[in-house]
T-cell receptor
Framework: DAGVIQSPRHEVTEMGQEVTLRCKPI?????LFWYRQTMMRGLELLIY????????DSGMPEDRFSAKMPNASFSTLKIQPSEPRDSAVYFC????????FGPGTRLTVL | QKEVEQNSGPLSVPEGAIASLNCTYS??????FFWYRQYSGKSPELIMF????GDKEDGRFTAQLNKASQYVSLLIRDSQPSDSATYLC??????????????FGTGTRLKVLA
């Protein structure tokens, strides 16, 4: 298995632009998680899906953030409009009790 | 009070020594506990999980859980320079609704000195 796949690995954009991060979970995993990691706040859970349904989005910082999971093999996290304070590493993870993380997307918003 | 607390470190130990990493949690209903290792610039990877009070050993790693004290620890025996990384404690809670809450600590940075 290829593990959790994320794209892009790096994204540099300007403030106000739309950013879309992509994730392909491990086949057969029913749960998918989006995290954000910064030095100041550590690893924060943004949202998770179970069987493609969003279960808890209480960690989504504000309405500029949205996430979708149209099918079992694909999820997106969108930020519109992006702001410099959104700069972080965004991880996708799949699994249930134990989570397997993707390589992350390093986002820089100028 | 943070829900999952770890000392940020760095914790420095000489090569060959035992490294002891600690984590406390606030929710008494927490059911499962995990240790992840994260190398700089990489993603977290699972080392161990533990559900029951007591010790669980896997190679050089031992996880210890004390639910009464709301305390979980990770011991690394015969520490190697390659063990230098940030160690994240995570706590999970399942609910009858079918949802669960998975919370990470901010991590402890371990440095093993050659």
């Amino acid at each position: 298995d290829a593990g959790v796949i994320q794209s892009p690995r790096h994204e540099v954009t300007e403030m106000g632009q739309e950013v879309t991060l992509r994730c392909k979970p491990i086949s057969g995993h029913n749960s998918l998680f989006w995290y954000r990691q910064t030095m100041m706040r550590g690893l924060e859970l943004l949202i998770y899906f179970n069987n493609n349904v969003p279960i808890d989005d209480s960690g989504m910082p504000e309405d500029r953030f949205s996430a979708k999971m149209p099918n079992a093999s694909f999820s997106t996290l969108k930020i519109q409009p992006s702001e410099p304070r959104d700069s972080a590493v965004y991880f996708c993870a799949s699994g249930m009790v134990t989570q397997y993380f993707g390589p992350g997307t390093r986002l820089t918003v100028l | 009070q943070k829900e999952v607390e770890q000392n940020s470190g760095p914790l420095s130990v000489p090569e060959g020594a035992i490294a002891s990493l600690n984590c406390t949690y606030s929710d008494r209903g927490s059911q499962s506990f995990f240790w992840y290792r994260q190398y700089s610039g990489k993603s977290p990877e699972l080392i161990m999980f533990i559900y029951s009070n007591g010790d669980k050993e896997d190679g050089r790693f031992t996880a210890q859980l004390n639910k009464a004290s709301q305390y979980v620890s990770l011991l690394i025996r015969d520490s190697q320079p390659s063990d230098s990384a940030t160690y994240l404690c995570a706590v999970n809670n399942f609910f009858t609704s079918g949802t669960y809450k998975y919370i990470f600590g901010t991590g402890t940075r371990l440095k093993v000195l050659a």
